[in-house]
């Protein structure tokens, strides 16, 4: 793996020298830009929200960059521009990429089954499609596992492919007829990639991507945090007047779902290659941008797995993990690129408006400074009291179901998507991206539902069957 490539790059302050050298030697054309983009930030990082990199490109070119508060607070190292950080998903974009292009070169079938490719996978009916549109029928979460593992033995998705076919011999639903987030669909994506290529996973994505572009910071991590070489970015929250480590899990080798460390100036790199156009070949781009049927219904994802708008010119994906989260945003109509990635457990409504400021700087539109809603609170158990019709004037109908140990959300007659509760305040959707708050009085009358590119405010209908 090429992950020894961590302390090449040894992160000093005189890295954010450079870093604070470039941006100011691209001139005064940019000025307004960097005004813009520090007054979303440095306001963020006095209320001890934001710590980690930004990086905006134009062309191919970044026009700013900067790095904010510390990757190790014990060692004493800087977050730079340039230090690798955990991209969570992120990584399923690159995964994705591999999937299409290795079809468009003829070397596998994207509707052929994955036991062409991995005989010992345990259910025929899953195409290698399947696996990388989130519709596969797999154990949706890693805690499926951790009966299995001792605590001190290395995860490989190997190891938990075979524990699938042991204990989970027929998948959850019919593979396509539904909509579940699938991390580890990436990671089988991932063997089915080493198995068709002949090679690591981690040295398909080097030599395909990683070496194309000039990601030199970007890695396969190791499964063991005591073989890592150098100084590792940790995750931070701050609390009680100091920052506390809120760290990735160890003993983590899967690869393809996740586990690769970016820079954010890597990051950047790859949003651009997409911007520019030769991310992948233009066939493989144009067939893997296309949305993947799912029962009948358009995904969400295209099967790049980018978020887009109706356009298919503007596009994003994000990762999270614990107290990581990282955007690649790419637009191909002005070629332009935004990254970040924070490693301080930013609040969840924070997250995505930091996100849309972002963009809007690079655009040179205002960003949003009024404070969120009043929401509302809620238990795990009170969270069911919000099931029910809603009707948004942008949207039309949005139907939140209780399935007795969680929520799903229907927007019309289309998919239905699991909901998180990511804080009292606060539910994720990630099918369509949505985070989500109530406001109401004594109950909730308003749901408001925000992503990179949709706006909404939802009015309960009450129906008989709705009632609280």
Request: net charge neutral; charged share 15%.
């Amino acid at each position: 793996m090429p992950f020894s490539r961590i302390a090449a790059r040894p992160v000093t302050a005189a890295a954010v020298a450079v870093a604070a050298l470039l941006v100011a030697c691209s001139g005064s054309r940019y000025q307004a830009l960097a005004e813009r983009v520090n007054a979303v930030m440095e306001p963020l990082v006095a209320a001890h929200e934001f710590s980690g990199a930004v990086v905006l490109a134009r062309k191919g070119r970044i026009i700013y960059q900067r790095g904010f508060g510390m990757a190790n607070h014990e060692a004493g190292v800087p977050f730079t521009p340039d230090t690798p950080a955990d991209g969570g998903s992120l990584a399923k974009t690159l995964t994705a990429a591999g999937i299409w292009l290795l079809q468009y070169e003829g070397r596998l079938d994207v509707n052929a089954p994955v036991t062409q490719y991995l005989p010992g996978y345990p259910h025929a009916g899953t195409t290698v499609l399947h696996l990388i549109s989130h519709s596969n029928g797999l154990p949706p979460y890693y805690e499926f596992w951790d009966a299995h593992f001792a605590p001190d033995e290395v995860r490989t998705t190997k190891k938990m492919l075979d524990i699938v076919a042991r204990e989970m011999p027929a998948p959850s639903f019919p593979p396509g007829s539904a909509f579940e987030y699938s991390n580890f669909g990436f990671d089988v994506a991932a063997l089915v990639i080493e198995r068709v290529a002949g090679m690591p996973i981690a040295d398909f994505l080097e030599q395909r991507f990683f070496s194309r572009f000039g990601m030199d910071a970007t890695f396969a991590r190791p499964g063991r945090f005591a073989d890592w070489p150098g100084v590792r970015t940790m995750g931070y929250r701050w609390r009680d007047g100091g920052w506390r480590v809120v760290d990735v899990y160890d003993m983590e080798a899967f690869i393809g779902g996740s586990n690769l460390y970016f820079s954010v100036a890597d990051l950047s790199r790859w949003a651009s290659a997409n911007a520019r156009g030769p991310a992948i070949a233009p066939g493989a781009f144009a067939a893997g941008q296309r949305r993947p049927a799912i029962g009948g219904h358009p995904s969400p994802l295209t099967g790049l797995s980018w978020y887009c708008d109706e356009s298919g010119n503007r596009c994003y994906y994000t990762g999270s993990i614990n107290a990581f989260h990282g955007l690649a945003y790419w637009d191909r109509n002005n070629v332009e690129a935004v990254a970040f990635i924070s490693n301080s457990a930013m609040s969840p409504w924070t997250t995505i408006t930091l996100q849309r400021n972002l963009v809007a700087a690079l655009a040179g539109e205002p960003a949003e400074t009024s404070p969120p809603p009043d929401f509302m609170s809620f238990d795990a158990i009170s969270a069911a009291f919000l099931a029910g019709t809603w009707s948004a004037a942008n949207l039309g109908e949005l139907t939140l179901r209780s399935t007795g140990t969680g929520l799903r959300l229907r927007v019309g007659s289309g998919l239905e998507f699991d909901v998180f509760q990511v804080s009292p305040e606060i539910f994720y959707v990630p099918g369509p991206d949505y985070w989500i708050g109530f406001t109401g009085a004594q109950a909730p009358s308003s749901m408001h539902l925000r992503s990179m590119f949709v706006d909404a405010v939802a009015s309960f209908r009450p129906r008989a069957q709705d009632a609280r």
